[in-house]
């Protein structure tokens, strides 16, 4: 497809559980966000690769927490130990990344469908 | 820190007419850019409309268009000829152009019903 990718759509698990969140981005972009959103706000920044260096993660709400991109295109967000604030809508987002002369030009960033994650 | 705020929650409108969405922002920096971003039921955040800060001119998409007032720092989004396809969350974003992050910081939304 054309679009940013997330699976799973809805993800249930129990407190204490391990979650794994999958992102694939937009083929050829070279940026790649993750961000959290609780009902009713707007989205929360969680962590930014530039390919497969991870080099922003000041959104990370604890080390539970972890993010990895590998070889520079999916990404994969996983959460340990699960508590109940962590449910929430994680969206995906990638961007082309152009350098302008003193700095990087804004392109627009494209999201996926999201992931719903709810902790019982 | 830069923060976004949009102050209307909710805003509607009769389908055909025009509304306007707020939103304000808090930085020290000269140069960044701005968006609206749409978010329907569905989910998926779309662009509206982007907005550099070194650029005077507002941006213009078709019914969609901003009233940038850098030195206010505030951030409207006109919706021309509302259509029932415009009903979902808007969010207004900030993002920097200095530093080495590209992430975007939004406002807390603000939801747009159409009525027929």
């Known amino acids: 497809g054309a679009g940013v990718s997330q699976s799973p759509r809805y993800k249930v698990a129990k407190r204490g559980q391990d979650v794994a969140l999958r992102c694939d981005p937009i083929?050829?972009?070279?940026?790649l966000f993750w961000y959290q959103q609780a009902l009713g706000q707007g989205p929360e920044f969680l962590t930014y690769?530039?390919?497969?260096?991870?080099?922003?993660k000041s959104g990370l709400p604890s080390d539970r927490f972890f993010a990895e991109r590998p070889e520079g295109s999916v990404s994969t967000l996983k959460i340990q130990r699960t508590q109940q604030e962590d449910s929430a809508v994680y969206l995906c987002a990638s961007s082309l990344r152009r350098q302008g002369l003193n700095s990087v030009i804004g392109q627009p960033q494209h999201f996926g469908d999201g992931t719903r994650l709810s902790i019982l | 820190a830069q923060t976004v705020t949009q102050s209307q929650p909710e805003m509607s409108v009769q389908e055909a007419e025009t509304v306007t969405l707020s939103c304000t922002y808090d930085?020290?920096?000269?140069?960044?850019?701005l968006f609206w971003y749409k978010q329907p039921p569905s989910r998926q955040m779309i662009l509206v409309i982007r907005?550099?800060?070194?650029?005077?001119q507002n941006a213009t998409e078709n019914r969609f268009s901003v009233n940038f007032q850098k030195a206010a720092k505030s951030f409207s989004l006109k919706i021309s000829d509302s259509q029932l396809g415009d009903a979902a969350m808007y969010f207004c974003a900030y993002r920097s152009s200095e530093g080495g992050s590209e992430k975007l910081v939004f406002g807390k939304g603000t939801k747009l019903t159409v009525n027929p």
């Open positions: 930085t020290s920096e000269s140069d960044y850019y």
């Open positions: 907005q550099e800060a070194y650029k005077q």
């Open positions: 083929s050829g972009h070279v940026s």
């Open positions: 690769f530039q390919n497969e260096a991870q080099l922003d």
